[in-house]
């Protein structure tokens, strides 16, 4: 049950939702997946991004209100996967301030795109301005065709 869905976001409600989040013993028997897993597959879904192909790169396009470029972080694994990650931490109360309702999200965000195979992982850059992070991967250029190789033909 998430109690968020009723209003319910403070601290005492967030820690029960964790402890109800927390598989027993039966279901890891069952084969269910890690706490890891469902952690990073909740970060994947909570950062949405839009995609485009242009004629020489690609560009992914992701919503980041709120975050400076320290806390945004932007990596290429093994040759062809994008990883775009990072974390929106809560901010400190101040004395005598208490919060009436808490919507943003906070936590960590993390998203994986595999790029295609004319995608020049050599060639990225990233860049966040008014809370949309851009990342841009150049294309790499398109093979030559290879021309038709002449052979002699020589008489008997």
Same mark, same amino acid.
Not at 58 to 70: C, N
């Given at each position: 049950?998430?109690?968020?869905?009723?209003?319910? *976001?403070?601290?005492?409600?967030?820690?029960?939702?964790?402890?109800? @989040?927390?598989?027993?013993? +039966?279901?890891?028997? +069952?084969? %269910?997946?890690?706490? +890891?897993?469902?952690? @990073? %597959?909740?970060?994947?879904?909570?950062?949405? %991004? *839009?995609?485009?192909?242009?004629?020489?790169?690609?560009?992914?396009?992701?919503? /980041?209100?709120?975050?400076?470029?320290?806390?945004?972080?932007?990596?290429?694994?093994?040759?062809?996967?994008?990883?775009?990650?990072?974390?929106?931490?809560?901010?400190?109360?101040?004395?005598?301030?208490?919060?009436?309702? /808490?919507?943003?999200?906070?936590?960590?965000? /993390?998203?994986?795109?595999?790029?295609?195979? !004319? +995608? !020049?992982? @050599?060639?990225?850059?990233? /860049?966040?301005?008014?809370?949309?992070?851009?990342?841009?991967?150049?294309?790499?250029?398109?093979?030559?065709?290879?021309?038709?190789?002449?052979?002699?033909?020589?008489?008997?």
């Amino acid at each position: 049950m998430d109690f968020r869905i009723m209003g319910l *976001d403070a601290p005492l409600f967030q820690a029960i939702q964790h402890m109800m @989040d927390l598989p027993d013993d +039966a279901e890891k028997a +069952a084969g %269910a997946p890690s706490r +890891a897993y469902v952690r @990073d %597959a909740k970060a994947m879904a909570a950062t949405p %991004a *839009d995609i485009r192909e242009d004629p020489k790169s690609y560009v992914f396009i992701i919503d /980041m209100p709120g975050l400076k470029s320290g806390d945004i972080k932007v990596q290429v694994e093994d040759d062809n996967v994008l990883l775009v990650s990072g974390e929106r931490k809560r901010e400190e109360e101040k004395e005598g301030a208490k919060y009436v309702r /808490m919507e943003r999200r906070v936590g960590k965000f /993390m998203r994986k795109f595999v790029l295609p195979e !004319n +995608a !020049n992982t @050599d060639a990225v850059s990233a /860049m966040c301005q008014d809370g949309v992070l851009t990342v841009t991967v150049q294309k790499l250029p398109p093979p030559e065709p290879k021309k038709p190789k002449t052979i002699e033909v020589k008489i008997a």
